[in-house]
Structures are given as structure tokens and as C-alpha cells.
């Protein structure tokens, strides 16, 4: 059999595909080129938030929750009581409350009535006695009376959204976990890490810039510097270690 061959090719269709072939490399060349300038603005913006982390270590060396607690299943509770209110609010009432439900099966099997009476002091009293018995008796009857460590089986339970949970795999559990609350949100916007309002953007923007080990005790050094220096109404940025740093660029302020 006869060989086949190629049919020629125009000097023309040689000329197309050298250009073709230089002007893919100079396409690739510059996406790469981005690629390493992203990189490098990702690492310096890392660099100043470990460094902003590192400021608040020496202001708040004991920053921790501020919620009275003593085990998984009493954070757990607390922190549902604390939406709406404060966590010093909160700590009012929940001596009485532990003392009298001191597990899940005590406060799944509570008298609505008296459970309402004793959160009359943080509002939605009767929204908040219906979430509790129904942690009581779902931790009851579905984990046997323990506060599960998963955030799926946590934001399962009534009245507990995705900060409920990272509050209690942060504080309880060590399992890092970054809470947005509204002093998180405002200094993470201040500070130029985040543009975005939604929590759930938030916590990756941070976890974008902080190692995991900065993530619990990290987001309590923020609410400590959001309540004491860098106030929603009034931050006072001439008296602000992060400013005097260079490490704010008071987005917004
Ligand atoms: S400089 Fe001002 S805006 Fe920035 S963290 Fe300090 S108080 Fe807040």
C-alpha cells in the first residue's frame, strides 16, 4: 500500500500558528503572573492580621468567653440565652437556671411556665424557654444527654445557628472556630479584612488571613478591642494600639 501523506501546509497556516502559539504563552504567562501577585497581597494582608492578632495578645492576654459556664452542656445553654442580649445579662440568670436544670433530662422535662420566669430578664423569654426545652429533650432522646461536637449535629438542635455552634466547638470542645458576633463584623471591616455584612463571608475572610490556632481566642481578643477601644458609635483610634502600629486602615471610621 501506498504511504499517505500530510497535505502541504501554505506558508500562511505557518505564519497563523507561530502567532497563535506567542500570544497563548503571553495569555498564560500574564494568568500566572496574577496568580503570584494575588499570592503575595494574600501573604502581606496574613502577615498584618497575625500582626493585629499579635497587638491584641499583649492588650488581652486572658481575653476568653465571657459567658459563666462549667462544661459543654451549660455553654451550650448560655450561649443560645445570649442573642439579643449580653453575655453579663446573661450570667444574671443563669446560676438559678443550672441549680435548678443542672442537665439535658432537667431541662427537657421543665415546666415551661417556670423556665419562662426565670429569662423574663433577657426578653424573648418564651422564644427562649421553647428552644431550651427542645435542646433538653433533642440532647435527650437523640445524644443521649451529651452535647454532641459536630456542627452538623449542633446546628440541628433548636434555637442553635452556625456562632451557637462555633461557640461551643471553639470554648468547649478546643476544635478552632472563628464566631462572628457584631464586634467581630465591625473591626474585621475597620481593619480592612472583609467588605461583607454576612457572617458566614466574615469567618472565611478571616480564616483566609488567620492560622487556626488564632481563631477562638482570636475573635475574643476583637470583642474585647471592639468594647473597649474601637466602639461602634465612638471608636477612640488616638488611643488605639492598632492605629499607632499601622495596622489600621480605619475603613469606614
Ligand atoms: S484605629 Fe480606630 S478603627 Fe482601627 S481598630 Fe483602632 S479604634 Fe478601631
Known amino acids: 500500500m501506498a504511504p499517505v501523506t500530510p497535505p502541504m501546509r501554505s506558508r500562511r497556516e505557518d505564519r497563523e500558528d507561530t502567532v497563535r502559539r506567542a500570544v497563548s504563552s503571553e495569555v498564560e504567562a500574564a494568568g500566572t503572573a496574577t496568580e503570584v501577585a494575588e499570592a503575595e497581597i494574600l501573604d502581606e494582608a496574613a502577615r498584618r492580621a497575625g500582626a493585629v492578632d499579635d497587638e491584641l495578645i499583649a492588650l488581652y492576654p486572658d481575653a476568653a468567653c ?10 451550650l445553654v448560655a450561649t443560645v440565652l445570649s442573642a439579643q442580649t449580653t453575655d453579663a445579662r446573661v450570667n444574671t440568670v443563669t446560676p438559678e437556671l443550672f441549680g435548678r436544670y443542672p442537665d439535658a433530662a432537667a431541662l427537657g422535662a421543665a415546666r415551661r411556665e417556670d423556665l419562662e420566669a426565670i429569662l423574663r430578664p433577657l426578653g424573648f423569654h418564651r422564644a427562649k424557654a421553647g428552644h431550651l426545652l ?9 445524644f443521649e444527654g451529651r452535647v454532641p461536637r459536630s456542627r452538623e449535629e449542633l446546628v440541628s438542635l433548636p ?5 451557637t455552634a462555633n461557640v461551643v ?8 472556630a472563628i464566631t462572628v458576633d457584631t464586634h467581630v463584623g465591625r473591626l474585621s471591616r475597620r481593619l ?3 467588605t461583607s455584612k454576612d457572617p458566614l463571608r466574615v469567618e472565611k475572610d478571616i480564616a483566609a488571613l488567620w492560622e487556626p ?15 473597649r477601644v474601637c466602639s461602634a458609635r465612638s471608636p477612640r483610634c488616638g488611643q488605639c494600639a492598632l492605629l ?6 480605619q475603613v469606614g471610621v
Open 66 to 75: 465571657a459567658l459563666d459556664h462549667d462544661g459543654p452542656f451549660q455553654l
Open 134 to 142: 427542645g435542646i433538653g429533650q433533642a440532647l435527650t432522646e437523640r
Open 159 to 163: 434555637g442553635v445557628g452556625r456562632k
Open 169 to 176: 466547638l471553639g470554648n468547649a470542645f478546643a476544635q478552632p
Open 192 to 194: 480592612g479584612w472583609t
Open 213 to 227: 490556632w488564632r481563631w477562638t481566642d482570636g475573635c475574643h481578643r476583637l470583642i474585647e478591642h471592639g468594647r
Open 244 to 249: 499607632e502600629a499601622g495596622l489600621c486602615p
